[in-house]
């Protein structure tokens, strides 16, 4: 038991035990480890410094202050998707949501994925098991033609009915080929603005916004192991006055449709090739014969004047052989010593260099 009066000098050494009651002012500095047993109320005043650890519950009460201020570009949607649980469409055409080639729309849950692929592939997807990988759960089964090399996809809604069209340039949309659409359509009441949603559960659905009237809508739903199976189901809402009994999801017959288009083409673009060919050969032969025919001509008009010429030079030369052969024949008489060959022969000679008159008056 300790003193009731405390010692003048005190102790050198401490004491072996503690004292029962404790010291009534506290000591200069905090001991290094904790207590063995903290005490079961919290302190008046809270810590100056946070803990480093948070809680595992929420506090009671929210702060009295608000948040710092938001940032100045939106939260990024999860799954990097252009939208998020809903696109649509309005009335006027006015506003329009679409997917082009690798854009998407994730679920609320961010858990589904329906992607337009950039291949012309539109697909829903889904996160299996403990959101770990996206599988495959419903697909069109579409691919693009790109016969631009340069082609794109785009999904939207029109005339109450999903479509994806191919366009061979995204700036230039005035020619596409339909590559798949939903074959369901609504007599509408009084408004055609519709909204494709994507639900938590991984259904597709097109509805009416007035009167959210269900169109078409396609869903796939994720087992419960981890294997990657999957289910999907379809369903198309026709109009209360059709009663063609169709239940096929997609069509190809546009898409065909494109291709016999562009065959079309190519078998006319053939025939005006052959057209060509046989005229310009046509008109090489043409212009080959004209231009023999010419030459023939010409040839025909030097030979007719080279004859011509020979029959003029014998009829000038004729009366001057004459004249010789009658002079010459006169041996003896004159200074001309000549026979009768001779003096034809230097008159034909003269004949062709002087006219008739000045050879006669030259003998």
Avoid at 70 to 78: E, F, L, Q, R, V
Avoid at 124 to 135: D, I, M, P
Avoid at 330 to 356: P, S
Wanted: net charge negative; with cysteine.
């Amino acid at each position: 038991h300790p003193t009731f009066e405390p010692t003048c000098d005190p102790t050198v050494e401490p004491t072996a035990r503690p004292t029962f009651e404790p010291t009534l002012l506290p000591t200069a500095a905090p001991t290094t480890s904790p207590t063995l047993s903290p005490t079961t109320a919290p302190t008046s005043a809270p810590s100056v410094s946070p803990t480093a650890s948070p809680t595992s519950a929420p506090s009671q009460s929210p702060t009295a202050s608000p948040s710092l201020p938001p940032t100045p570009s939106p939260t990024p949607i999860c799954n990097s998707a252009k939208f998020q649980s809903a696109m649509y469409k309005s009335e006027l055409g006015n506003h329009d949501d679409v997917l082009w080639g690798n854009e998407s729309m994730t679920s609320a849950n961010c858990r589904y994925l329906l992607k337009m692929h950039n291949n012309g592939n539109l697909a829903l997807h889904g996160l299996k098991g403990a959101y770990k990988t996206f599988v495959m759960l419903w697909e069109t089964h579409t691919k693009l033609y790109n016969y631009s090399s340069g082609s794109i996809a785009k999904l939207f809604m029109e005339n109450g009915k999903v479509v994806v069209n191919e366009y061979h340039f995204k700036a230039l949309q005035s020619r596409a080929i339909t590559l798949w659409q939903s074959n369901a359509s609504v007599m509408f009441e009084s408004s055609n603005e519709m909204v494709l949603t994507l639900t938590d559960d991984g259904c597709v659905e097109l509805k009416t916004v007035y009167k959210a009237r269900l169109i078409w809508n396609v869903c796939g739903a994720l087992g419960d192991d981890d294997d990657g199976d999957s289910t999907q189901t379809s369903t198309a809402v026709q109009s209360d006055s059709s009663d063609d009994g169709t239940d096929s999801n997609f069509t190809q017959s546009s898409a065909a449709n494109g291709e016999l288009w562009w065959i079309s083409i190519l078998v006319v673009a053939l025939l005006c090739a052959i057209v060509f060919a046989v005229f310009a050969i046509r008109k090489y032969f043409v212009a080959k014969s004209m231009s023999s025919s010419r030459n023939d001509r010409k040839s025909f008009q030097r030979e007719q004047a080279e004859r011509d010429e020979e029959l003029e030079n014998s009829q000038s030369l004729q009366p001057i052989e004459q004249w010789a052969k009658q002079t010459f024949e006169k041996k003896g008489e004159g200074n001309l010593d000549v026979d009768h060959e001779y003096g034809i022969e230097l008159a034909a000679e003269k004949a062709h260099v002087v006219d008739e008159t000045n050879y006669i008056s030259e003998f």
